[in-house]
């Protein structure tokens, strides 16, 4: 699976928009690009899935340039509750094993 | 909404014990998956397991480990012989179908503790 990086933590405060951006520069032509999130002592949850352009759901948006090298996880308005780990993965077709890195700690203030 | 549900929510265990952690998958999923996770660390991929037998396992997941899907509901993890390492958050996850989606869905995970 083609590696990740994203910032370790970001900081925001209720009512913004938090954008988190992954690097995914090896990424491969038949990778998705997926995002989840975990709250502490529980299980991963997907929140958004993407291969190219931009993917909007009821609880986010993906932003994905042409080049695919990166990805944006765009939360908008973010409250107390989206306090949690937010992982970037790329995964290739042939498995589905998800692999995760260390994920951006997102810390929303009142 | 349907959910995984795993049992017992925490196992405290001897060290040299054998452990089974339960799961109960989504009705209609077809792949079902254990990761760990130690504290303060990555989630890691364990094994993966579909039409009855394990499509993919990783280091991890050496001849301690096992898994079965004895009932057609439940799915399972068994460690034969714990190691005071073994001590994490164990997820199951299942997924409805493997072509081109990720999204999978994550019981609450047992604590295991290896004393």
């Known amino acids: 699976l083609a590696k990740t990086t994203q910032p370790i933590s970001m900081d925001s405060y209720e009512g913004q928009e938090v954008n988190i951006t992954c690097s995914h520069n090896?990424?491969?032509?038949?990778?998705?690009i997926t995002w989840y999130q975990q709250f502490p002592s529980q299980g991963p949850r997907f929140i958004i899935q993407?291969?190219?352009t931009k993917v909007t759901n009821e609880v986010a948006s993906l932003f994905i340039p042409a080049d695919r090298k990166s990805s944006t996880l765009s939360l908008p308005r973010v409250s107390l509750s989206d306090t949690a780990v937010y992982y970037c993965?790329?995964?290739?077709?042939?498995?589905?094993?998800?692999?995760f890195g260390t994920g951006t700690r997102l810390q929303v203030f009142p | 909404e349907p959910e995984v549900t795993q049992t017992p929510s925490h196992q405290v265990t001897q060290m040299g014990q054998e452990v089974i952690l339960r799961c109960v998958p989504i009705s209609n999923h077809l792949y079902f998956y254990w990761y760990r996770q130690i504290l303060g660390q990555k989630v890691e991929f364990l094994v993966s397991?579909?039409?009855?037998?394990?499509?993919?396992k990783s280091e991890i997941f050496d001849d301690q480990f096992s898994v079965e899907r004895p009932d057609g509901s439940n799915f399972t993890l068994k460690i034969r012989s714990t190691k005071l390492e073994d001590s994490a958050m164990y997820f199951c996850a299942s997924l409805t179908s493997g072509s081109s989606s990720y999204e999978q869905y994550f019981g609450p995970g047992t604590r295991l503790t290896v004393t």
């Open positions: 397991f579909y039409n009855n037998e394990i499509s993919e």
């Open positions: 090896n990424i491969a032509t038949n990778d998705y």
């Open positions: 993407g291969y190219k």
């Open positions: 993965l790329v995964g290739e077709g042939d498995t589905d094993k998800l692999i």
